[in-house]
């Protein structure tokens, strides 16, 4: 069974610069997040998807940040425009439904920020 | 914001010693999970405890919960260098995930 796919691996940017992050859940998860790991700490959950819903986007910064979960499967994070202090790795998870608590971790997008 | 809190932050051991991880937390729960994160195979989810359970056993992977403390501990009986990783509790409210700091774990041979 393939696992959550997230690409590119890695992304080099100038500041102000746009960026996007994509993601392919394992199939037939219903329930989609993002997270914003630091150097040093854990995740820090970005935004939750339940098919095409987002269900919690409070820890979104949305004055630059938006994702959006076509037809409830892949999803895209964009980052617009980037900031320094966004240089971060930018991890994907999903998970069988909101209730199923087990989640699946891609490999993340190692973003930095020049 | 970080829920969880590891104790401690980094921890080297030798191969075959045993590693406990503590994990501390604020709020009230569902469950609380821990994951592990290495660099070749990202994150991994290894044991969720619920938060009407004291302890869970898992292979070589012992957890316990004390909600009265607000705190979870981690137990890997007779480690090996493949166990060198950053170990995460991760507690569970309302479905929402959220992190603690993390314990960095360093196994020699």
């Known amino acids: 069974e393939a696992g959550v796919v997230q690409s590119p691996r890695y992304k080099i940017i100038e500041k102000k610069q746009p960026v996007a992050f994509w993601c392919n859940p394992i199939s037939g998860h219903n329930t989609l997040y993002w997270y914003r790991q630091n150097l040093g700490q854990g995740p820090e959950l970005l935004i939750r998807?339940?098919?095409?819903?987002?269900?919690?986007d409070s820890q979104l910064p949305k004055d630059r940040f938006s994702a959006e979960r076509l037809k409830g499967v892949d999803s895209t994070l964009k980052i617009q425009p980037a900031e320094l202090g966004d240089s971060a790795v930018y991890l994907c998870?999903?998970?069988?439904?909101?209730?199923?608590?087990?989640?699946?971790f891609g490999p993340g997008t190692r973003l930095t920020v020049l | 914001s970080q829920q969880g809190e590891e104790d401690p932050q980094a921890l080297s051991i030798q191969e075959g010693e045993n590693a406990t991880m503590n994990c501390s937390y604020k709020t009230s729960i569902n469950n609380l999970q821990w994951y592990r994160q290495n660099s070749g195979r990202g994150l991994v989810h290894l044991i969720l405890i619920r938060s009407n359970e004291r302890e869970k056993h898992s292979g070589r992977l012992r957890v316990t919960l004390d909600t009265s403390k607000k705190s979870s501990s981690l137990l890997i009986t007779a480690s090996r260098a493949a166990d060198t990783a950053s170990y995460f509790c991760a507690t569970v409210d309302g479905g929402k995930l959220t992190f603690g700091t993390g314990t960095r774990l360093q196994v020699t041979l």
């Open positions: 998870a999903s998970s069988l439904a909101l209730g199923y608590y087990e989640q699946f």
């Open positions: 998807y339940e098919n095409e819903e987002a269900v919690d």
